[in-house]
Antibody, heavy 112, light 112 residues
Framework: QVQLKESGPGLVQASETLSLTCTVS????????VSWVRQPPGKGLEWMGR???????DYNSALKSRLSISRDTSKSQVLLKMNSLQTEDTAIYYC??????WGQGVMVTVSS | DVVLTQTPPTLSATIGQSVSISCRSS???????????LNWLLQRPGQPPQLLIY???RLESGVPNRFSGSGSGTDFTLKISGVEAEDLGVYYC?????????FGSGTKLEIK
């Protein structure tokens, strides 16, 4: 069955780079787009960006300068890297396949 | 970027009551391929979002048919015909016609 699972550090220092991995199963990354979505505590959902099935990417305008999304199809993984972290980047980070399947999310706290 | 204005921000309903949520877009969500990529999600407390409706009005597999979606262009509505206790949570519209994708601000449904 289709599954997505996020992994990464729970705590990151301000100004450092966040690296998250979304490991998928039950479908191919070359057939579906995968997005990253985040949710600060008590707030709404924010679309961060996606990697298309063909490998190209789209990014949130406000995050574009700090964000990179890539993939390793051999490992069925989608990778997120975001630099210059601030405390406002504290959030649950989700990966989702075209919004129909979601991971459970990973909580990332940015410490000053 | 497309702005989705979702109303009301909160909704209080009794069991069995029918309710509607509006999602208005700052520009048409009709894609050049003829599809309108407007989805509705429900996020229950402590859970990742789940897809309810895609392509404006198509019911995701396994979602009860008391949920329905309608609309076109820039105006969309989610209706719940006969609210049940399990429907509590926050409802979001999200558009994936124009990159970067965007979410509405959410509607919190409370059960009286």
């Amino acid at each position: 069955q289709v599954q997505l699972k996020e992994s990464g550090p729970g705590l990151v220092q301000a100004s450092e780079t966040l690296s998250l991995t979304c490991t998928v199963s039950g479908f191919s990354l070359t057939s579906y787009h995968v997005s990253w979505v985040r949710q600060p505590p008590g707030k709404g959902l924010e679309w961060m960006g996606r990697i298309r099935s063909g490998g190209s990417t789209d990014y949130n305008s406000a995050l574009k300068s700090r964000l990179s999304i890539s993939r390793d199809t051999s490992k069925s993984q989608v990778l997120l890297k975001m630099n210059s972290l601030q405390t406002e980047d504290t959030a649950i980070y989700y990966c989702t396949r075209d919004f129909d399947y979601w991971g459970q999310g990973v909580m990332v706290t940015v410490s000053s | 970027d497309v702005v989705l204005t979702q109303t009301p921000p909160t909704l209080s309903a009794t069991i069995g009551q029918s309710v509607s949520i509006s999602c208005r877009s700052s520009q048409s969500l009709l894609h050049s391929n003829g599809n309108t990529y407007l989805n509705w999600l429900l996020q229950r407390p402590g859970q990742p979002p789940q897809l309810l409706i895609y392509l404006v009005s198509r019911l995701e597999s396994g979602v009860p048919n008391r949920f329905s979606g309608s609309g076109s262009g820039t105006d969309f509505t989610l209706k719940i015909s006969g609210v049940e206790a399990e429907d509590l949570g926050v409802y979001y519209c999200v558009q994936s016609t124009h990159a970067p994708f965007t979410f509405g601000s959410g509607t919190k449904l409370e059960i009286k």
